[in-house]
Every structure is written in structure tokens, then in C-alpha cells.
């Protein structure tokens, strides 16, 4: 992707002759503004990834043109340069959100070179940026299981090549995750990586949101806006939720799939993409296409290669490990020390299906169970009972289960459960069915006398 770079100054040849020497040693695409006024405008309609601005200009000088910026929240790197010497003033454009600054004397080639380091933090604090506003502390890909081994291995088979890839699987599952380990081990891992929830956006959005759109285009539309196509570069666009897509915008999307080109909205102007697209998905995208909500075109386009990852409930075994990771992972991101957990509330975690949100679920699961005890080891008493629970008939046969054995293990996290309820209710049948999430007090009842347990009894017995 060519860099595009502003020159601003009221000296017209000063400019173009600047624009040209940067052009020269740089091999930039450079454009010429003679005043700050003009400046904000190009600024609005076009796509520039560095300013060099002069300070001193009559009119809007360069102080203004930095003010303006910072108010209508755009962030392009700025180098200004000047040729009174003043550092003072220097330093003082730097504060009003400057990168940089040059003498007009100095070399070109310097100046390329602070052109160039200027462009690489911009886009590294875009990413970053992007990164932290998508980063949600989810497991990463842990477990030794043989659904993850063969996951593993099908990733680093299809990560070298530049072609799509279609990531299926249920919500929770970690999709988002293999995108990333997708690009991090594939031909643009130091490229940006830009993730777009299709299932997030506005249909009126969409393809202003992929495609970006020209200044005006549409009410709102004040300033030009790069699309998720033309951000990614060469690096990865990840269409998350790419099932949600309308059909209007699948159309589009297909055609640029094709021609590796993106016209933004109200645009007429052809840009050249290269970004991979990795899309995902939880829907079962051939059932789509037969219902015509999912173009068969575009699903061929898309599953050039597909990787499936697997439901929580397929590798169980991997459970102790996503535990271990995170309770500290949670603890971490809440600022909290981390706490250990017991084989028997493992057991319980690890026998439960988790259909629902997968890991997702088993990470608010460990949240919740955290939070609710101030003790340093959360034990099976811990484990929600929605979570550790059957039917009736299931709790029975617990109840008489050879000790050691995992219906053994749940019965008696039950009864430890409800003798930790009762005590904090006082033994109240009521308020503690309540506090246990049980359809009524007849419900407790059962579940009491299942473990006989009565109120004469004490917390320990």
C-alpha cells in the first residue's frame, strides 16, 4: 500500500518542491496543500498517512491546523517543520499532538526517515488499538486433546498459504482465536490482522464498514473513512459472523473477492486490495444456501480451505488445562491474586457439557465461582449448581455411588452446597431455595432429605 504524504505550505514552490523531493527519495505519493484551511479539507476526503505542515502560514497557520485535528478526532501522524529555528514553538506543536518536527534546512533523506517512523507508530497504534478494543481475556488455544492436535496441525498446514479460509464452529468455541493464530504463523504475520463482527453492524453500515466511503456519501459521512479491506493491507481481514452478512453486501463482497478491488460508498474509484480473508462462522452455511439466505457463489469463494473447531464438549479432557489458565488469566485481567482450585470442582467442570457458549462459558463460569468466595481455593461447594446438577433420579443414584467416582464427587458437592445455604439462611427452607435457585422450598425438601439432612443438625455434620 503506496503512502500517501500531505505537504503544507503557503510558499508554493517551497512545497512543490518539497512534495518532489520526497517523492524522489522516499517513492511516496505526496499532495500538495497551500494553506492550513486547504489542508483540513484534503485531510476530510482523503486517505493521507503523514503531514509534513508548515507552522508559520497567514491565515489557518499550523497551530490551528493542529487544534482542528484534535477536535474532529483525527489522528494522522503530523511532522511540522519550520524555518525560524524557534524550538519553543516546536515543542509546543508537539504538544498539541505534533509526532514530530524538522528544520526546512535539514536533509531530505532525514526527513524521509521521520516520515517513515512516524507512519509505522501511526499503524502500530491503530492495531494496537484494534487489538485492546477486541481483546476480551478469552482462553487462547489450550489442551492437548485430539480434536485440538488435529486443530493444530490443520492450522499450521493452511497458515503458509495466502488462500481463504472458512472457520466453522459454535459460538464460544474460539474461532476468533484460530483467525489470529492463522495469521500469526501465516505470509503476513507483520502485517495488520482487522477483525469485523458482521453480526455487529447496522445492515445500513455494512458496506461502508468493509469498503470504506468518500466524504459525503451519505448523512454522517463528514470525513473519508478507509474501509476494514483497505486497513488489513496486506495483511488479514477477518469476517467474523460471516453468515450474518445481507445479501446486497454479499454480492459486493463477492465481487471484490474476485477482482481484488474495493470502490468505497459514493466513491467511483477503484482500489487495489491484497488483505486474505479469513472468515468464520457458527451457522451451517451450506443449510443458508439451500434457503437462499447465503450465496453459493460467495460460499465457494470463502471455503477454499476450512478448519472446524471443536465444541467444548469433544475434548473435555482439555478442561483442567483451560482452568488453570483461566483463574489466572481472570485474576490478571481483574487485578486480583489467583486462586487454586480442587480436584473434586475440576471433576465437576470437566463432566459438564458446556453447549451453551463452550469456553466462553467455562471461563464466566470460573469468574463468577472467583468472586463469590474470599477464599484463596475454590472447592466443589463453589461450582454453581446449575453447572454440577442432573434430574432427580440422577441425584439419587449419586447419593449410593462408589466414593471416589464422579457421581460420588457431585453428591457430595451437593451436600456441601445446600449445609453452606442453610447455615447462611439459618435454616430457613425458603429464603435458602431461593438464594439456591430452586423452583420452591418443596424442591429443597427433597434434595435435604435425599442426604438426610434435618435442622438439628450442625454445619460440619
Known amino acids: ?124 497504534v491503530t492495531e494496537l488499538r484494534t487489538l485492546r478494543s477486541r481483546f476480551d481475556g478469552e482462553t487462547p488455544l489450550i489442551g492437548d486433546s485430539a480434536p485440538m492436535r488435529s486443530l493444530r496441525d490443520a492450522i499450521a498446514r493452511v497458515a503458509p498459504i495466502p488462500s481463504g479460509v472458512l472457520i466453522v464452529g459454535e459460538s464460544g468455541t474460539g474461532k476468533e482465536l484460530v483467525a489470529r ?43 473519508l473513512r478507509r474501509g476494514a479491506f483497505e486497513n488489513a493491507g496486506a495483511g488479514t481481514l477477518f469476517l467474523d459472523e460471516v453468515g450474518e452478512l445481507p445479501l446486497p453486501a454479499q454480492a459486493k463482497l463477492l465481487r471484490v473477492l474476485e477482482e481484488r478491488k474495493v470502490v468505497r460508498v ?20 451450506e443449510r443458508e444456501v439451500e434457503a437462499g439466505r447465503f450465496r453459493q457463489d460467495l460460499y465457494y469463494r470463502l471455503n477454499v480451505h476450512m478448519l472446524r473447531v471443536p465444541p467444548l464438549r469433544e475434548r473435555l479432557s482439555d478442561v483442567p488445562a483451560l482452568v488453570d489458565h483461566s483463574l489466572r488469566s481472570i485474576a490478571s485481567h481483574l487485578g ?15 463432566a459438564y457439557e458446556w453447549r451453551r457458549n463452550n469456553v466462553r462459558e467455562l471461563r464466566n463460569c470460573l469468574e463468577r465461582m472467583m468472586m463469590a468466595t474470599d477464599a484463596a481455593i475454590i472447592g466443589a461447594a463453589d461450582v454453581p449448581p446449575e453447572i454440577r446438577g442432573g434430574d432427580e433420579r440422577d441425584e439419587a443414584a ?36 431461593e438464594a439456591l435457585g430452586l423452583a420452591d422450598h418443596s424442591s429443597l425438601l427433597k434434595i435435604m432429605r435425599r442426604h438426610g439432612l434435618n435442622k438439628g443438625m450442625h454445619r460440619d455434620a
Not at 36 to 47: F, H, M, Q
Not at 201 to 220: D, N
Not at 268 to 277: G, M, S
Request: a negative charge; one cysteine or more; aromatic letters at 4%.
Open 1 to 124: 500500500m503506496t503512502t500517501q504524504v500531505l505537504v503544507v505550505d503557503d510558499v508554493p514552490a517551497m512545497a512543490e518542491q518539497y512534495a518532489y523531493d520526497l517523492k524522489r527519495v522516499g517513492s511516496y505519493h505526496t499532495i500538495v496543500a497551500a494553506g492550513g484551511n486547504e489542508a483540513l479539507d484534503i485531510l476530510a476526503r482523503e486517505p493521507i498517512d503523514c503531514v509534513v505542515l508548515d507552522l508559520e502560514m497567514p491565515g489557518t497557520d499550523g497551530f490551528e491546523v493542529l487544534r482542528r485535528l484534535q477536535q474532529r478526532g483525527i489522528d494522522t501522524p503530523v511532522i511540522v517543520y519550520t524555518g525560524t529555528g524557534s524550538y519553543d514553538r516546536c515543542i509546543q506543536a508537539v504538544r498539541l499532538g505534533a509526532y514530530g518536527f524538522v528544520d526546512k534546512a535539514e536533509p531530505i533523506e532525514r526527513v524521509v526517515q521521520e516520515i517513515q517512523n512516524a507512519v509505522s507508530r501511526g499503524r502500530l
Open 336 to 350: 486480583m491474586r489467583s486462586k487454586t482450585i480442587t480436584p473434586d470442582a475440576v471433576a465437576l467442570l470437566a
Open 266 to 285: 459514493g466513491g467511483d474509484r477503484a482500489i487495489q486490495v491484497t488483505a486474505r480473508v479469513v472468515a468464520a462462522t457458527n451457522r451451517d452455511l
Open 398 to 433: 449419586d447419593a449410593t455411588a462408589p466414593p471416589g467416582t464422579l457421581k460420588a464427587l457431585k453428591a457430595q458437592a451437593e451436600r456441601h452446597i445446600v449445609l453452606g445455604a442453610l447455615d447462611k439462611h439459618d435454616w430457613h427452607v425458603t429464603r435458602t431455595a
Open 181 to 223: 493464530e492463522l495469521h500469526r504463523r501465516g505470509p503476513g504475520a507483520k502485517t495488520p490482522l482487522v477483525a469485523v463482527n458482521s453480526a455487529a453492524l447496522p445492515e445500513q453500515l455494512v458496506e461502508s464498514e468493509l469498503f470504506g466511503h468518500e466524504r459525503g456519501a451519505f448523512t454522517g459521512a463528514d470525513r
